[in-house]
Structures are given as structure tokens and as C-alpha cells.
């Protein structure tokens, strides 16, 4: 159940986001055949930074109270952090034991309970996907929970008149969407350069309380409906795939001369066209 | 608006030191660094004299990341072939205030940020501060972009040779090539055990070398070599006016110096795991920016206090204690009432001056022109090398007496005999 803002408050935007491997330094590990996270650095998985853009591009637009909201593991506060550093208002971390190794539908119902606890929300956005998993599920599900309108695949949203106007990547071109408030869009990896942190947004990271972290018991989340075993996706294998062996060869010379010479190699070997 | 008593921009050891005297001293204080943690931009050559740092933490030495303790002091001067040294060897050279010892600064710098946090100042990294932030022509924080500011009553200027704040606060006027050098330096990975037996030294004894003449290929300037716990720092600091009037890469000239013979002798063997470069201050008291003006303090190699004067290098030792100075400014300046005017803040001058920081500078204040004499990279040393050559080469073709010796060499100069005088009495003067 949402409430649509009363004219005194500032709207309230809410951003999903995941903490992920850094895409850059991706293993996988060998004998498990899963991805490692102890030990690689993280990141925020990039199409929620797109979507985290879009929040603080509207807040600057329109004044609004842009709340960052996660699932996982305390180390995850580290991205919440960076997140308030680059403009957002305040964050939430739903970290719970009994959360670990829920698949996306599990996440998807806690966390549309974290976001009916938040409240007073009228745009939410994630991600289109994570980095790390690629399913793509977890936005559209909040939206089913949430009997929310849902828009996918947004890359600029504008808002006019108490409604949303999103832009929309389609397979053959783009498109224009309106739709009421509360809503829900997920976003386009890659449509903006998120924003760095500001001096002012990190010292007020280290004044603190910018995290705050709830339990499945704060939210009222059924430990019936999440964890390992309520989760219905099973991995049945994961495989590596082997790059072919790349020849390298160096063309060497004059600089001009080389350059022609990878180009005929080039066009001959039919990497590109004449 | 998050607003501070005081800013310091920088964190390297005059920033770090200002911001843990200042927190000490009551001041809520923020300290701001432009690399994604203090040290990683840092560069130096490698040693530092600890009595500074005897005023700021006195018991330094238990936790602070020492690589070795210098034991043995070593003056080289070289050309193209051999090289003619003096070493000096004393326990005394490690003792209490006098002590000195190499240092690797991502290391060194992170410990002594920490020593300021631990006292309440706030470390924020990644963070580069672009200006001041002013306010009715005042100075009221510092400025990363225009809707990014932090107000302070004090802004600490620490950042280093190529501060853009000293300029934009209107202190001192741009850079001109004369005023700096080019450090370069190459780490140089080998086991301790390696270290140790090569130079002679005990587990946690260093020795620091520093050559001269064709070190820099008669360029003005000078090579060193410090021992680390397992890496040596080995590199040169050459005149900028002069790498650029004879057109020669500074990274061509680390290399010309590190293949010649008596450098090979230190390094074989080992691995270069690192080369950096950066802009040292040379011309001390001659190039100081004005030190403080209403709500700002310059301090370390911002405001040039390095000193150079042939056989030592210092600036770490003077950053920390004009960093010192500065929180002791500040207290007096809050002291007196009315804040940080100009003129509660003039009291940083007197604090530099008994911290011998501004006294040591001004007593050196020749030295750098002295330096600047070419003979002395180029002529002398070839001559005391042909005197050392005469001395010890024993041929059977007849040995001269070191009297003839020296009067054939002073009569065969290229430089007139009363400019040696000249040179000799002003060197003895500078230095």
C-alpha cells in the first residue's frame, strides 16, 4: 500500500542497488565454478548507478528525498555510503542471516516488504539487470508486489504535471511512456554517467548514521518466503567459456607503414570492412 | 552547509601534522586528500630526520613504519667511470632527536593520517580540492565545485610543490622553472638479507648515499640512494631550467645513472618495481609564497620549505614542524579573540622561527645559489677525481708527491685559479 505525496512533502524517489564485483576484475572460481566475492573489490552494480543518476538528476530538477535501498551483507553498506556521497539522502540495508542465498524471488518480496516499510515512495527505479547475475527479475517483481505501473529498459525520465514521462529502449528504436505516480522503471545500463562523490556528500558519510540497517523482524518479512530454501532457481552447471587463442602478432616500422600493414591484415583477415 | 573550525587540503606530512595539532587543540578539522588514500601521491626521496617528529608524537618510534635506521652516511662524487666517496659511520647518527631513517611514504603517510584521525580530525579521500571558497572577497573554506563547498574559519594549505591554492589565494605568483627540480626515483626490489650484506649493515640499519658531478650528467642537480627494508630508492634531482635548456628526458638521464658502474654495484640483481616523479621546491627562503594572509597558512612544500645544500636533503622534517607551527598559530590566533585575521595569524612566523624551520632555511638561504654553479657538477669533480687517480694508480712509470699533484691540477683548470678561491670560500659560506 503507497501513498501518493501530500504537496507539503518532497517527492520520495527510492533506488534499488546492488553491491557487485567490480565488472573489471571478475573471477571465477575454479573448482565451484561461482563468481568470487571475498577479496575482489566491489562496486555498485553500474545499471543501478544509471538509475541512482537519474534520482539525483530529477532531485536537482525538482527537490526530492532520494532514499538508496539494498539486500545483503554489511559489507554492502560500503556502496550505500558511496551512494549518499554522490547526492542521496539517506539509505537502508535490509542484512539478515537468514536472507543468504535467496534467488531473485525471494529478493523481489523482501523487498518490496523494506520499501512499504520506508513508505510515502512515489517513483521507484532499479537497475535493468546486475552485473554479476544478469536476471533482470528483481525490478519487475517489485513492481508485481508492489501492483506497481512498471516501465523497463528507461533511459531519461521527466516529470510533468504529478505524472511520469519516460524514455524507453525498444529493439527497433525508442519510445515515449506516461504513466501515473507511484511507478516503477528499470534502467538502461550505460544511459548516463553517474555522478562522483562530492566533498560535501563524504564528510557526511564519516559525521555517520547515513546506513541504516534493518532485520527481516524489523521489516515483518516471513522467513518462510526467503533463504536458500525457498528459492525455486536451481544452478545446474556453470561453465567457463575458453577464449580462443588470439595469434598478437606486432607490426613493427615506420609508424605509417605499420598502420597500412594492419590494415590489409585486417580487411584480409575480414575484422573489418575495406 | 558542513562546516569545520578548520580545513587542511593535503595529507601528506605537513597536512597530516597541522590537522593532529590542530585536532588536539579543540578545533574540529578536516582533512581532505586528493589521492584515493594519503600517500599514494606522495613522493620524496626517501629519508627523514626525526626531531620534528619527536615534537608532534614523542613516542614516534613504536608503531611509526620505519624501513631502516641510517647508520652510515655516504658522499659520492662521480663521472663517467669512477667515483671518489666519503663515508661517515656513527652510532650517534641514530640517536634520540638526531636519529634519521628511510621511509616508503604510501606507508609513512597513512600512518601519521591516522595519528591525526585518532586525535578527531576527519580524513576524506579521493577528494581534490579545486580553490577556495570565498565569500565577500573573504576566505570561507575550500571549493570543489561551485555547489560543493566547506566552510571553515581556517584553510591549511599543504599541498605540495604545485599548490594551486598558494596561487589562487594570491600568496605567490605561478611556478616559474627555475624555482623547482625534477625528483625522479625508482624503487629497486632485493631481500633484506641481500640489503644487508651488500652494504654491511645490521637488521634494521640503513645507510643513504648521495652523489654528485656525473650523476646528473653535469646537469645541476644530484643522485641519491637510500637502503629500505627490502627495496632501495634510488633517483636524481635535476634542475627543471636545465632539462629543458638541454632538451634531455629526466627518465633518460634515471636511466644513464642508474647503469653507471658504481650504482650498479648497489643494484644489481634487483627488480624495479616502481618509478615516480615529482616536483621538488629548490630555491628555500628565496621562493617562500607569503605565508598567511586572513583564514589561510601555508605549510611544507607548499611554501618551499625544502632545504638542499649539497649534503643533505630535508623536507619531510620541516614539513611536520611547520605543520606544528600552523596548529600553534591557530591556537594563538583563536587565543587572542577576533579569529583568524591577517593579523592573529602573523604569530606563525615566530612559531616557524623557534621551530628553527624558517631560521634553517634563511641560514641555507645561499645555497641554492651555489648550487647553481655548473662547476661544481662538472669541472671539480673531474679534478678531484684526476687527484684521487694520481694519488692511488701505482705503474712503475714514477709517483708524483701529492703537493705536485695538486699544484699541476689547480695550474691545468679550466677555471681561473682566483674563481676556484672564490668558489671554494663561497661553498664553505652556503653550505
Known sequence: MSVSAPAVRPMRIIVCIKQVPKAQELQVDPVTQTLKRVGVPSEINPPDANALEIALTLKDRHGAEVVVLSMGPTSFDESLERAVAMGADRSVLLTDRILGGSDTVPTAYALSETI????????????????????????????????????????????????????????????????????????????????????????????????VHWSCADVGIDPKKVGLLNSPTIVAKVDTVKLPPREGRIFTGEAKEAVRALLEALIRDKVIAP | MERFDAVVVGAGPAGSAAALTLARKGFSTLLVERGRAPGVKGMFGGRIYSWALHDLIPDWAKDCPVERYVVRENMSFLTEDSSLAISFDSPKLREGRAASFTALRPKFDAWLAKKAQDAGAMLVTGIRVDDLWREDGRVRGVAVAPDDHVAADLVVIAEGAASVLVRSAGLKADLEPREVSVGVKETI??????????????????????????????????????????????????????????????????????????????????????????????????????????????????????????????????????????????????????????????????????????????RFRRAPLFMKNERLFDVYPRMLMEIAERLYTVDGSGKERLFDILLDEVSSAPVPKLRMLLDLLQGARSM
Open chain 1, 116 to 211: 512499504q516499510k520506508i513508505g510515502g515512495y512515489d517513483l521507484i527505479l532499479c537497475g535493468e539487470e546486475t552485473t554479476d547475475a544478469s536476471t533482470g527479475h528483481v525490478g519487475p517483481g517489485i513492481a508485481g508486489h508492489l501492483d506497481l505501473p512498471q516501465l523497463t529498459y528507461v533511459s531519461e525520465v521527466r516529470l510533468a504535471d504529478g505524472k511520469v514521462r519516460a524514455r524507453r529502449t525498444a529493439e527497433d528504436g525508442t519510445e515515449w511512456w506516461e504513466t501515473a505516480m507511484p511507478s516503477l522503471c528499470t534502467v538502461n545500463f550505460g544511459c548516463n554517467k553517474p555522478r562522483s562523490p562530492t566533498l560535501t556528500g563524504k564528510v557526511r558519510v564519516k559525521r555517520g548514521g547515513v546506513v
Open chain 2, 189 to 362: 626490489e632485493l631481500p633484506a638479507e641481500t640489503i644487508q650484506d651488500r652494504f654491511g649493515l645490521g637488521e634494521k640499519e640503513g645507510a643513504a648515499f648521495i652523489f654528485a658531478g656525473h650523476a646528473s650528467l653535469g646537469l645541476r642537480g644530484g643522485g641519491f640512494l637510500y637502503t629500505n627494508q627490502s627495496t632501495l630508492s634510488v633517483g636524481l634531482v635535476v634542475s627543471s631550467e636545465d632539462l629543458a635548456r638541454k632538451q634531455i628526458e629526466v627518465a633518460d638521464l634515471q636511466t644513464k645513472f642508474r647503469t653507471h658502474p658504481s650504482i650498479q654495484r648497489w643494484i644489481r640483481g634487483g627488480k624495479i618495481v616502481e618509478y615516480s616523479a615529482h616536483l621538488v621546491p629548490e630555491l628555500g627562503a628565496g621562493m617562500m609564497p607569503r605565508l598567511w594572509r586572513e583564514g589561510v597558512l601555508v605549510v611544507g612544500d607548499a611554501a618551499g620549505f625544502l632545504i638542499n645544500n649539497g649534503y643533505t636533503f630535508r623536507g619531510v622534517d620541516l614539513a611536520i614542524a611547520s605543520g606544528i607551527a600552523a596548529g600553534e598559530a591557530a591556537e594563538a590566533a583563536r587565543a587572542a579573540g577576533g579569529g583568524m585575521t591577517e593579523g592573529n595569524l602573523a604569530t606563525y612566523e615566530k612559531f616557524l622561527r623557534s621551530r628553527n624551520v624558517l631560521t634553517d632555511l634563511e
